[in-house]
């Protein structure tokens, strides 16, 4: 049964929605918060769903960004907030950036009371700040949520397997966020064909690997965009690369601040037209050249050893499947390790970045012949 119900509007920037779906779906367990696009099933009743998770909630959550308005009585972000402020649903007004609350005037009666509820705020350039006071805020307002943290991905610690036959490099499962990761030496960062990293502001592994990897003013904001434009020399000419081309960059600020001092940029996504981006076919392609250049950085620099690969594609194309996924990836590694015997690398992590995405991950492990360390 959900805690906090997230409310938002489609037509402005949804990703701020999903992130909180996920952030807190990663701390608590994604059933214990709602979001439309992702927890009501097809075919069932959108009306019906919603407002009886709605019911159910402690907590909504109203997503404002600077374009935020009331378009009407049908609108069903403003029915949304109405039955929660009638039905004594606390209400919490998440800021987006550098949006502000509405004005009295501007908002019907049933929802004029948005305006005197205390708001938060998220804004991408201290967002793991503004998440911890969030969560924060509602282990004090959901008393219930304490029992799901308990059990949470970011209490679990990594797994580690050994490989038959090749006793030098092991795999492993890194639970929760990447930004927590301070002990890998490379990252992957899922790029499109392109090589064209996702906006600052985006969530994604590219984005983040964008932000923190450039050099900030004092205010957060990017004053040197060091990873992207050092990736940008390295593809000059191409308009495109092929699915699956690996090309590697230094980390810019995430060596000081995460000890990474390799980014490998994988062409895992490529994009359509008129269906946006969708994940190459060739995934498991993806890790084996991420590897070649791995073990080529590893001959070069005694100092990196260890590598990390997200889920490929699967966060920028919603058809991906993302057990198929892992065990594309884990099987390409797992070759890669077989026909290299002497890899000069120690160990290949897979991020569960997730509960859903590590329990996955651990469950596809068991399928090969691996020993737990």
Same mark, same amino acid.
Not at 114 to 131: E, G, I, W
């Given at each position: 049964?959900?805690?906090?119900?997230?409310?938002?509007?489609?037509?402005?920037?949804?990703?701020?929605?999903?992130?909180?779906?996920?952030?807190?779906?990663?701390?608590?367990?994604?059933?214990?918060?709602?979001?439309?696009?992702?927890?009501?099933?097809?075919?069932?009743?959108?009306?019906?769903?919603?407002?009886?998770?709605?019911?159910?909630?402690?907590?909504?959550?109203?997503?404002?960004?600077?374009?935020?308005?009331?378009?009407?009585?049908?609108?069903?972000?403003?029915?949304?907030?109405?039955?929660?402020?009638?039905?004594?649903?606390?209400?919490?007004?998440?800021?987006?950036?550098?949006?502000?609350?509405?004005?009295?005037?501007?908002?019907?009666?049933?929802?004029?009371?948005?305006?005197?509820?205390?708001?938060?705020?998220?804004?991408?350039?201290?967002?793991?700040?503004?998440?911890?006071?969030?969560?924060?805020?509602?282990?004090?307002?959901?008393?219930?949520?304490?029992?799901?943290?308990?059990?949470?991905?970011?209490?679990?610690?990594?797994?580690?397997?050994?490989?038959?036959?090749?006793?030098?490099?092991?795999?492993?499962?890194?639970?929760?966020?990447?930004?927590?990761?301070?002990?890998?030496?490379?990252?992957?960062?899922?790029?499109?064909?392109?090589?064209?990293?996702?906006?600052?502001?985006?969530?994604?592994?590219?984005?983040?690997?964008?932000?923190?990897?450039?050099?900030?003013?004092?205010?957060?904001?990017?004053?040197?965009?060091? /990873? %992207?434009?050092?990736?940008?020399?390295?593809? $000059? #000419?191409? !308009?495109? &690369?092929?699915?699956?081309?690996?090309? =590697? *960059?230094?980390?810019?600020?995430?060596?000081?601040?995460?000890?990474?001092?390799?980014?490998?940029? /994988? %062409?895992?996504?490529?994009?359509?037209?008129? $269906? #946006?981006? !969708?994940? &190459?076919?060739?995934?498991?392609?993806? =890790? *084996?050249?991420?590897?070649?250049?791995?073990?080529?950085?590893?001959?070069?620099?005694?100092?990196?050893?260890?590598?990390?690969?997200?889920?490929?594609?699967? #966060?920028?194309?919603?058809?991906?499947?993302?057990?198929?996924?892992?065990?594309?990836?884990?099987?390409?590694?797992?070759?890669?390790?077989?026909?290299?015997?002497?890899?000069?690398?120690?160990?290949?992590?897979?991020?569960?970045?997730?509960?859903?995405?590590?329990?996955?991950?651990?469950?596809?492990?068991?399928?090969?012949?691996?020993?737990?360390?």
């Amino acid at each position: 049964m959900p805690e906090v119900f997230v409310n938002y509007r489609v037509r402005e920037d949804p990703g701020y929605a999903t992130l909180l779906y996920r952030e807190l779906g990663q701390r608590f367990g994604s059933d214990s918060v709602f979001l439309a696009a992702r927890s009501i099933r097809a075919g069932d009743d959108y009306v019906r769903e919603a407002f009886d998770r709605l019911r159910e909630c402690s907590v909504l959550l109203a997503v404002i960004g600077e374009r935020w308005s009331v378009s009407g009585e049908r609108d069903w972000v403003r029915r949304e907030i109405a039955m929660a402020l009638a039905s004594g649903i606390r209400v919490v007004p998440v800021l987006i950036e550098d949006a502000d609350l509405p004005v009295v005037a501007d908002l019907p009666d049933d929802i004029v009371g948005l305006v005197r509820c205390q708001a938060v705020r998220l804004r991408h350039y201290s967002f793991d700040n503004d998440m911890s006071a969030l969560v924060d805020e509602l282990l004090r307002l959901a008393p219930a949520l304490r029992l799901r943290a308990a059990g949470g991905v970011a209490e679990a610690q990594p797994v580690r397997y050994e490989v038959k036959g090749n006793p030098r490099c092991g795999i492993a499962v890194v639970p929760g966020r990447i930004r927590r990761v301070r002990h890998i030496d490379m990252w992957v960062n899922s790029e499109n064909t392109d090589m064209q990293m996702a906006r600052h502001n985006d969530f994604s592994v590219s984005a983040i690997i964008r932000y923190w990897g450039a050099a900030h003013d004092g205010a957060g904001q990017v004053i040197d965009d060091l /990873v %992207a434009d050092e990736l940008t020399a390295a593809v $000059a #000419g191409r !308009r495109s &690369v092929a699915p699956g081309t690996a090309v =590697v *960059t230094g980390a810019g600020r995430l060596t000081a601040t995460n000890n990474v001092r390799r980014i490998i940029h /994988v %062409a895992s996504v490529q994009g359509e037209p008129g $269906a #946006g981006f !969708r994940q &190459v076919r060739n995934v498991d392609e993806c =890790v *084996t050249n991420a590897l070649a250049c791995a073990e080529r950085e590893a001959a070069e620099d005694d100092r990196v050893r260890t590598v990390l690969f997200p889920l490929l594609g699967v #966060g920028a194309d919603p058809g991906a499947e993302p057990e198929r996924t892992a065990r594309r990836m884990v099987d390409a590694a797992l070759d890669h390790l077989r026909a290299t015997p002497g890899t000069l690398l120690n160990e290949i992590a897979f991020l569960g970045y997730s509960a859903a995405e590590f329990a996955l991950l651990l469950r596809v492990l068991a399928e090969f012949p691996l020993t737990k360390r």
